[in-house]
């Protein structure tokens, strides 16, 4: 038996004589190696050498060209990031905070420029004078003359229901870049690498809630159907920034007594407290009822008419000032409606003389000539009027400013008129 044989050129596994194809591994056995027939170490190793010479040649020749493809790449990338500008990344500069209490937060945008400048100075090289206004010329940095010139941001809000300083925990908005990609390409051959940042609201803390109406009193003035209500803020209330101007009363005048009024605090006064105290108002209306009005004998100053009391002055059932002075009285002035109210008894000659001359400008709106006499008497008495078109009608007087001292308190100020003032009062209060 011929024990000749030779070996797989694949594999190495020894094979019979005149084999075609590899036992072991299946592949086909060269005619040059089956030729050979023979066993030895050298046999084999010269029928390896010979078969991997014809074998490695196509795989050499691939590998040489996969190294060359990836030489070429290389070179272009390299080209490309020489050539091309560098980038300057936006969004890892940019945070965002939330602030305030929930349903009032404000967010806050802080760009970190320090760190910004820390990581380009010296990379950013321009220049861009032809960019800058006469305002600008003291840039000189290039850094900052970018950050300055050509970054900027908005705060958008999707829904339209919120805004910023009412935003609750959970509202998104969204921080919109607003930059001129263009200028920083031609004047610093830069890119801006930026994408809009959405954001959740959140850390926002609750509010705690009081009543402001605990920190007012409501009070009521003048007579029956002719009240007035103003409002007096307490000491408390003062430690809260609550003014009386954040109030709305309706309505406000010509009250009587059993009727009610409604004071609102207004939306504006509810959001300063949020923001500045971090309480919310539990209730933002009450309802009052009028009361403690009386029907004084004391004329009532203010109303658009008089409803025919006749006063303190012992003038009771009085109609009409019927002493004769023997001459009518001036004509209204810029100053004084009834100049001489305290001299001397008005009379119906001396209302048709001032309503003649018509020279005394415009009175309040439902004020009549009379009613604003009886006011003037007080007014000249120091007299502060509740109502804010007559106080401001006084305010514009000069002898009305020279006062100095004013006083709230109607029954006061009738304690210090004359005995004709008070009769002038009763008469004009009358008609």
Known sequence: MDDRGFYCEHCGEKLPPGSKFCSKCGEAVS??????????????????????????????????????????????????????????KLNKYMTIESSGVDGFGTVLCNFDYDAFYSDYAGKIETDATNILSSQDSDFSDPVEMLYSKCVGWTVA???????????????????????????VKEYFNKRLRYSNINYRVKGLTEAEGINVFDYID????????????????????????????????????????????????????????????????????????????????????ESSKGTGNTGNSGTTGVTGNTADTGEVGEAGSDEYLCSYSSERLITEADLSAIR????????????????????????????????????????????????????????????????????????????
């Open 157 to 183: 809000y999707p829904d339209d229901s919120i805004k910023d300083g009412s935003l609750s925990n959970g509202d998104k908005i969204v921080v919109e870049w607003n930059c001129d990609d263009a200028a």
């Open 31 to 88: 005619d040059y190696v089956n030729e050979m027939g023979d066993v030895s170490a050298s046999g084999y190793a010269q029928a390896e050498a010979a078969a991997g010479t014809r074998s490695k040649g196509p795989h050499s020749l691939l590998k040489w060209l996969i190294l060359a493809v990836v030489i070429v790449v290389v070179v272009i990338l390299l080209i490309v990031f020489l050539v091309s500008p560098g980038s300057v």
């Open 218 to 301: 409501v009070n009521f003035t003048g007579e029956d159907s002719m009240g007035e209500v103003y409002i007096e803020v307490l000491p408390s209330g003062e430690d809260f920034g609550i003014s009386e101007g954040d109030f709305a009363v309706f309505p406000s005048s010509n009250l009587t007594n059993g009727t009610t009024i409604t004071v609102s605090f207004n939306e504006n006064a509810a959001e300063k407290l949020e923001q500045t105290k971090d309480v919310v108002p539990i209730e933002t209306e009450k309802v009052y009822t009028v009361e403690g009005l009386e029907n004084s004998t004391t004329p009532s100053a």
């Open 356 to 431: 003649a001359a018509g020279n005394y400008g415009s009175l309040p709106a439902g004020r009549s000539l009379e009613q604003m006499i009886i006011n003037e008497i007080y007014a000249k008495h120091g007299y502060r009027f509740t109502t804010p078109e007559i106080q401001f009608y006084f305010e514009q007087k000069a002898w009305y400013n020279e006062i100095g001292t004013y006083e709230s308190d109607m029954s006061v100020v009738w304690d210090r008129l004359s005995s004709i003032e008070k009769q002038n009062v009763d008469y004009l209060d009358s008609l």
